[in-house]
């Protein structure tokens, strides 16, 4: 029996005698390395996907903090601009006075230091309003719009001056281009 075991590997090539079993034509240490390359290939895209994944993530949240940030500059833009209108609107009784005052002054008190005085208190406050961004509606002689005015008087009138204010009882104003009173008129009516 030894000697048959001697022929039948006499019968096979040196290569089959040194090679072990291989699978799809490549040896076992072949077949480690396409692994090890396959996995290694399959994780690489693994982590390319998760770089991906988190710099999408990353865009989205720095464009929400964005965004956030707009919006909380414009809500603070609008409560400022809410305080400043409700102040504004307790201070304009405060300049009709003075309007009234300087329609009724007497002409013996004109050119006197007191008048000037006030003729500059007035003008101080207007100063201010305007900085604040307040402007007065300018309405006599203009075409009646209820966007601007508030008609509280109608008066006869010829028809140059139909549709027209004709006395502007209450002076009205604006803020950034806003109405926040408007102008109390009389109007001329055919």
């Not at 029996?1 to 072949?30: D, F, K, R, V």
């Not at 290939?41 to 770089?51: F, I």
């Not at 300049?95 to 008048?115: K, N, R």
């Not at 010829?158 to 009205?172: F, H, I, S, Y």
């Amino acid at each position: 029996m030894g000697s048959l075991s001697h022929i039948m590997e006499e019968q096979q090539s040196p290569q089959e005698q040194q090679a072990p079993e291989a699978t799809n034509g490549q040896t076992p240490a072949t077949n480690d390395t396409q692994t090890t390359s396959d996995t290694m290939q399959s994780r690489v895209q693994q982590l390319e996907q998760e770089a991906s994944s988190f710099r999408d993530q990353y865009l989205r949240t720095a464009a929400d903090l964005k965004n956030f940030k707009r919006r909380t500059e414009e809500e603070r833009g609008t409560l400022i601009r809410n305080a400043t209108a409700g102040l504004i609107m307790k201070i304009l009784p405060i300049l009709d006075d003075f309007d009234l005052a300087m329609q009724h002054v007497p002409a013996e008190v004109v050119g006197t230091p007191w008048f000037n005085g006030l003729q500059g208190v007035q003008r101080k406050l207007q100063t201010v309003l305007e900085g604040e961004g307040v402007k007065p509606i300018e309405a006599l002689g203009q075409t009646f719009d209820p966007n601007f005015h508030d008609a509280v008087m109608h008066e006869d009138a010829g028809p140059e001056q139909a549709g027209k204010v004709t006395a502007d009882l209450r002076k009205g104003y604006t803020l950034h281009d806003k109405v926040i009173r408007p102008s109390m008129v009389k109007v001329g009516q055919e």
